[in-house]
Structure formats: C-alpha cells, structure tokens
C-alpha cells in the first residue's frame, strides 16, 4: 500500500483544514488507518485512528472534540477534519495504514504503511 497525504497548509489559529490521505492498492479496506503528527523537536504522537469499517474512532485527549476522523473505502481515502485549531496543532501530520486489532489503534509502531506527511503550521 502507497499512501499520499496533504492538505497540510498555513491557517490562523481558530480556523481549519482537512487532511485527505490517498491509499493505492485494493485491499484499502482491509486496513485500518491513523494519523500521527510530529512536531519539531519532539516525537511523533498519536493524533486519530479509524478501524477498517469506519466502525470504530479513537482520538488523542489533545484533539477529542475538535477533530474527526472518517473514510470512504470507494474512494481509497481517509480524511481528518481539524476544527479550532490550535498554535499546539503545527506539526507534520502522518497517515499510516494497517492490519492491526482496534485496541492497538494508538501505537505508531503496530502499523505497516505511512505516508510522506503533510505540513500543518497554525498561526497566531
């Protein structure tokens, strides 16, 4: 699986961006999806994640209420819509894709795929 994300962009703080991340190959909907960010200086960090059916979400306590995260396994891809966003939100953000249990959603490490990341920069 190949996965490109964007939608990353420069936005004052309060406002929005969607990320969209494109996955090819046609087992898209076998895998289960995340978005984990990094911001300089630090390590990267779990954002959202998404179950294979879109059944089950989970979200990092940073962005629970202001970020949702979906997919439409027609179309390959899986979408984070970030709301209010905040200074603390600038970091690249990374999709990453793979066959694992819900209850491993949260770690960086249990997925197989990423993607290049895309630049999420909020300013005041």
């Known amino acids: 699986v190949q996965l490109q994300a964007y939608g990353g962009g420069l936005v004052q703080a309060g406002g929005f961006l969607r990320l969209s991340c494109a996955a090819s190959g046609r087992a898209f909907s076998s895998y289960a999806m995340g978005w984990f960010r990094q911001a300089p200086g630090k390590e990267r960090e779990f954002v959202s994640a998404i179950s294979w059916s879109g059944g089950i979400t989970y979200y990092a306590d940073s962005v629970k209420g202001r970020f949702t995260i979906s997919r439409d396994n027609a179309k390959n891809t899986v979408y984070l819509q970030m709301n209010s966003l905040k200074l603390e939100d600038t970091a690249v953000y990374y999709c990453?894709?793979?066959?694992?249990?819900?209850?491993?959603?949260?770690?960086?490490?249990?997925?197989?795929?990423w993607g290049q990341g895309t630049l999420v920069t909020v300013s005041s």
């Open positions: 990453a894709a793979g066959t694992l249990p819900n209850a491993r959603l949260r770690l960086y490490a249990e997925y197989d795929y």
